[in-house]
């Protein structure tokens, strides 16, 4: 591990710096503010739109560039976008018939702005993961029609399904990745965290062997695989933890903070 080398700490959010009550810890707080005063700089790499990873940066002093929308939008941290990749307008149309098809919750952002057709109890759900409101409409109404990324939530063997569909009929289009095994995100083609992470640090002049990354999901590999220290949390699930080298504790045991305070001092 080149420790001297490492001048970024990219972080997804969700199972690794925010737990099931949708916090984080005292202890990872302090840990990224230690990193912040030692001069690296803090990158969240997130499935959340720009505006619901904002409701939880600030808790330790803001970062200092977002990956959000699993990549599909990159941001300094001034709210410049560095990059931009989302969903085009036919292919955001045909997405919508497929999954009208379907008796799963689904839900799409243009932008910062949540959508959905149906309420159902997963729309209350991902209310209070997002913290954010959405918007009840019908998406035919729209002149224009192109998704920063569309979502479903379900049991994950229904959300097989879904994905194997998508995979199928849009693979030159679109691709489909879990942030959760009840959540299917859904981006545009050649989207994801290790190429939302490039684009920032081409902006910052820097590269990936300067990244220290930590995440628990299958949304994360990509990243944790593409830097110079990718990290899987103690609760990812079996493939994440094979695929990578290093690893710390769960979420709920402050396995960020673990990390960094041990081998990032």
């Given at each position: 591990?080149?420790?001297?080398?490492?001048?970024?700490?990219?972080l997804?959010?969700?199972?690794?710096?925010?737990?099931?009550?949708?916090?984080?810890?005292?202890?990872?707080?302090?840990?990224?503010?230690?990193?912040?005063?030692?001069?690296?700089?803090?990158?969240?790499?997130?499935?959340?739109?720009?505006?619901?990873?904002l409701?939880?940066?600030?808790?330790?002093?803001?970062?200092?560039?977002?990956?959000?929308s699993?990549?599909?939008d990159?941001?300094?941290?001034?709210?410049?976008?560095?990059?931009?990749?989302?969903?085009?307008?036919?292919?955001?149309?045909?997405?919508?018939?497929?999954?009208?098809?379907?008796?799963?919750?689904?839900?799409?952002?243009?932008?910062?702005?949540?959508?959905?057709?149906?309420?159902?109890?997963?729309?209350?759900?991902?209310?209070?993961?997002?913290?954010?409101?959405?918007?009840?409409?019908?998406?035919?109404?729209?002149?224009?029609?192109?998704?920063?990324?569309?979502?479903?939530?379900?049991?994950?063997?229904?959300?097989?399904?879904?994905?194997?569909?998508?995979?199928?009929?849009?693979?030159?289009?679109?691709?489909?990745?879990?942030?959760?095994?009840?959540?299917?995100?859904?981006?545009?083609?050649?989207?994801?965290?290790?190429?939302?992470?490039?684009?920032?640090?081409?902006?910052?002049g820097?590269?990936?062997?300067?990244?220290?990354?930590?995440?628990?999901a299958?949304?994360d590999?990509?990243?944790?695989?593409?830097?110079?220290?990718?990290?899987?949390?103690?609760?990812?699930?079996?493939?994440?933890?094979?695929?990578?080298?290093?690893?710390?504790?769960?979420?709920?045991?402050?396995?960020?903070?673990?990390?960094?305070?041990?081998?990032?001092?």
């Open positions: 591990m080149e420790k001297n080398s490492i001048q970024y700490i990219a997804d959010m969700d199972g690794t710096i925010l737990d099931q009550d949708y916090t984080i810890s005292p202890a990872v707080i302090d840990a990224l503010q230690r990193q912040k005063l030692s001069g690296r700089k803090i990158i969240l790499a997130t499935g959340r739109v720009r505006a619901s990873a409701k939880h940066a600030h808790k330790f002093g803001g970062a200092d560039g977002y990956i959000c699993n990549g599909a990159v941001y300094a941290a001034d709210g410049r976008r560095i990059a931009k990749r989302h969903i085009e307008e036919p292919v955001s149309r045909l997405l919508v018939e497929l999954a009208r098809q379907t008796t799963s919750h689904f839900h799409a952002f243009i932008e910062d702005d949540w959508y959905y057709e149906k309420e159902k109890p997963d729309t209350k759900f991902y209310h209070r993961r997002s913290g954010l409101e959405g918007r009840p409409t019908n998406f035919d109404n729209f002149n224009v029609l192109t998704f920063t990324k569309f979502m479903f939530l379900d049991d994950h063997e229904k959300l097989e399904s879904i994905k194997s569909k998508i995979e199928s009929e849009f693979s030159t289009a679109l691709q489909a990745m879990y942030s959760a095994p009840f959540m299917l995100e859904v981006v545009a083609r050649g989207v994801d965290k290790a190429e939302g992470l490039r684009a920032f640090l081409d902006f910052e820097a590269s990936l062997s300067e990244v220290c990354a930590f995440g628990d299958e949304n590999l990509d990243m944790l695989q593409a830097v110079g220290i990718g990290v899987a949390m103690g609760n990812a699930p079996k493939p994440v933890k094979e695929a990578v080298r290093y690893h710390t504790l769960s979420v709920d045991d402050d396995g960020v903070a673990v990390f960094l305070n041990t081998y990032l001092p």
